[in-house]
């Protein structure tokens, strides 16, 4: 990837973010939104890369060129779900509207005593998540989260929620590491939660169709998903502005048991199924895209041989659906 969001440099220093975490705490969640203001103009003034990607996105998702102001709002949007993180990670649900869809959907598949893989993305807040502690206080909800990327936020959440931090999963581990970890975690019954839609510089990948264009996903969630044959449950946290959040499951699979000989084709159909339905929720908020980079790889020489493999992958797609 030629702009990964990997080699990003991290937005707002430690001190900036334990000064907003301190301010939100003590002086409240009004005078912490005030302050947003400031903080989106100077990511708008000073992130050159982070407003172009903005804008180029918003101009995909709208049909047309954006305007400044709606990058300045997209900016604004993500600073405050990062604000409310300091709430929601510290228990405090009570001052959120949080409408919650699909739960049901999500019980059903915890209720077979199995463990269950929540996939969510950088589509709004997967820490509106938090509203199943106050649903089943029983269930253990697992994290698998890269420490090592924004080490001054990682560090600042986890201080606020020490159990949160004490049932994190890192990511920066090795590959077999990560699954028994994750094994171990589901023979237990935990909830494991994954962000399924950012693709790292030497993950695997197969292209899907999203927004008018082919985009690279990661291969492994899926591959993870159909090794430990577990039920796969979708959870979209959209940020509705104010202090109202929309919290969606969907159950993705009952759980994946995909021949060797047709996993290659079927991965592709997942991803597919996946890039849809992720499309779909990115529509219907589009203020709560949080992937601040190429997301698209426009910007790469070689770029177009995505539009390419995104037209094979639907073909694969269908081909999958005749035969499984």
């Given at each position: 990837?030629s702009?990964?969001?990997?080699?990003?440099?991290e937005?707002?220093?430690?001190?900036?973010?334990?000064?907003?975490?301190?301010?939100?705490?003590?002086?409240?969640?009004?005078?912490?939104?005030?302050?947003?203001?400031?903080?989106?103009?100077?990511?708008?003034?000073?992130?050159?890369?982070?407003?172009?990607?903005?804008?180029?996105?918003?101009?995909?998702?709208?049909?047309?060129?954006?305007?400044?102001?709606?990058v300045?709002?997209?900016?604004?949007?993500?600073?405050?779900?990062?604000?409310?993180?300091?709430?929601?990670?510290?228990?405090?649900?009570?001052?959120?509207?949080?409408?919650?869809?699909?739960?049901?959907?999500?019980?059903?598949?915890?209720?077979?005593?199995?463990?269950?893989?929540?996939?969510g993305?950088?589509?709004?807040?997967?820490?509106?998540?938090?509203v199943?502690?106050?649903?089943?206080?029983?269930?253990?909800?697992?994290?698998?989260?890269?420490?090592?990327?924004?080490?001054?936020?990682?560090?600042?959440?986890?201080?606020?929620?020490?159990?949160?931090?004490?049932?994190?999963?890192?990511?920066?581990?090795?590959?077999?590491?990560?699954?028994?970890a994750?094994?171990?975690?589901?023979?237990?019954g935990?909830?494991?939660?994954?962000?399924?839609?950012?693709?790292?510089?030497?993950?695997?990948?197969?292209?899907?169709?999203?927004?008018?264009?082919?985009?690279?996903?990661?291969?492994?969630?899926?591959?993870?998903?159909?090794?430990?044959?577990?039920?796969?449950?979708?959870?979209?946290?959209?940020?509705?502005?104010?202090?109202?959040?929309?919290?969606?499951?969907?159950?993705?699979?009952?759980?994946?048991?995909?021949?060797?000989?047709?996993?290659?084709?079927?991965?592709?159909?997942?991803?597919?199924?996946?890039?849809?339905?992720?499309?779909?929720?990115?529509?219907?908020?589009?203020?709560?895209?949080?992937?601040?980079?190429?997301?698209?790889?426009?910007?790469?020489?070689?770029?177009?041989?995505?539009?390419?493999?995104?037209?094979?992958?639907?073909?694969?797609?269908?081909?999958?659906?005749?035969?499984?």
């Open positions: 990837m702009a990964s969001w990997k080699q990003r440099p937005g707002g220093s430690r001190l900036a973010l334990w000064l907003i975490r301190g301010i939100a705490r003590h002086g409240g969640r009004g005078i912490g939104r005030l302050l947003l203001y400031p903080i989106t103009l100077y990511f708008l003034a000073t992130r050159a890369p982070e407003r172009r990607d903005s804008r180029e996105y918003l101009g995909r998702v709208f049909g047309r060129p954006a305007k400044l102001r709606e300045a709002r997209h900016i604004h949007t993500f600073a405050a779900t990062i604000l409310d993180r300091v709430f929601l990670l510290g228990g405090q649900l009570e001052r959120f509207r949080i409408e919650v869809q699909g739960l049901d959907q999500l019980r059903a598949q915890m209720d077979k005593g199995r463990g269950v893989l929540v996939f993305s950088h589509l709004g807040s997967f820490d509106a998540l938090r199943l502690a106050a649903e089943r206080p029983d269930v253990q909800v697992k994290v698998v989260l890269d420490k090592a990327h924004n080490p001054a936020l990682t560090d600042m959440l986890c201080a606020l929620n020490p159990q949160l931090a004490a049932n994190i999963i890192d990511a920066g581990m090795d590959s077999t590491s990560i699954v028994m994750i094994k171990q975690a589901a023979d237990e935990a909830l494991v939660a994954l962000l399924v839609d950012r693709l790292r510089p030497e993950d695997p990948a197969l292209p899907a169709p999203f927004i008018g264009q082919g985009a690279m996903f990661p291969t492994s969630p899926w591959l993870i998903a159909a090794v430990l044959k577990l039920p796969v449950v979708l959870a979209f946290g959209l940020y509705r502005g104010g202090n109202r959040y929309q919290l969606t499951f969907e159950t993705f699979s009952e759980g994946l048991d995909l021949p060797r000989r047709q996993r290659a084709p079927a991965v592709a159909a997942l991803i597919c199924d996946y890039a849809a339905r992720l499309e779909h929720y990115t529509r219907s908020a589009p203020y709560n895209w949080f992937n601040f980079y190429d997301f698209w790889n426009t910007h790469h020489a070689d770029a177009s041989y995505l539009a390419v493999d995104a037209d094979t992958a639907v073909q694969r797609r269908t081909a999958v659906r005749r035969t499984v």
